[in-house]
């Protein structure tokens, strides 16, 4: 029994302490389709291409590549990001990723498409570079937890991408492991005072029996 307490109690502050950075998920599989309709179009390829490819949690969104990050091959690639983020009030944001996908890609937020690029894109680490990059200004956002996914397909030859988001007159930066971190959903806070329930009443007993 008292191990089940345990249990409990370390389930609920890890569910906690798994909310206190934005999650970015980067999915590569292999395509050669070329550049697509819409974007819901290189949603659908994207998507499957990437079942049963790689797949990892990054620290940071900054220079990253397949080969970097699996040290796989750097051609006919398919490319998902999935950077889940949370807001504690509503607020207007920006957001820009710089990528390298020969045959276009595609941005959706919340499940909408917001960004079609059908272009050779390669961002060269320059903002300004045309085709070069997804811009996508001034959103309203309300206050709770938000996902940004990125579907690309390159062919050759895998350069490195960034994405970064940007507050309402504030500075660019990086996603990373320490911003805009998920917002804690209800059940996860009762689930946080249940374990510490459990931990505050065995002590008690074990202070009385003392």
């Keep these: 029994m008292k191990s089940i307490k345990f249990a409990a109690a370390a389930l609920a502050l890890a569910a906690i302490g798994s909310s206190n950075a934005a999650v970015i998920t980067f999915q590569t599989g292999s395509s050669g389709a070329g550049p697509q309709a819409s974007a819901q179009d290189y949603r659908s390829v994207v998507d499957a291409a990437v079942v049963g490819g ?30 889940d983020f949370g807001l504690s009030a509503a607020g207007t944001y920006s957001f820009r990723a710089g990528v390298d996908f020969g045959r276009g ?73 320490n911003t805009l971190a998920p917002v804690p959903e209800p059940e996860t806070y009762a689930m946080l005072l249940g374990g510490l329930a459990l931990v505050g009443g065995y002590a008690r007993r074990r202070s009385n029996k003392a």
């Design 105 to 177: 890609g595609a941005v959706f937020l919340d499940g909408q498409a917001v960004a079609l690029n059908t272009n050779d894109m390669w961002w060269g680490f320059n903002y300004n570079t045309p085709n070069g990059a997804f811009l996508i200004d001034n959103q309203a956002l309300s206050a709770g937890n938000h996902t940004l996914t990125i579907y690309g397909l390159e062919g050759c030859c895998d350069g490195g991408q960034q994405v970064q988001y940007a507050a309402a007159n504030g500075n660019f930066q990086s996603f990373s492991a």
């Design 54 to 83: 790689k797949s990892t949690v990054l620290s940071s969104y900054d220079n990253v590549s397949n080969n970097a990050v699996f040290g796989t091959g750097n051609s006919d690639i398919a490319f998902k990001s999935t950077i």
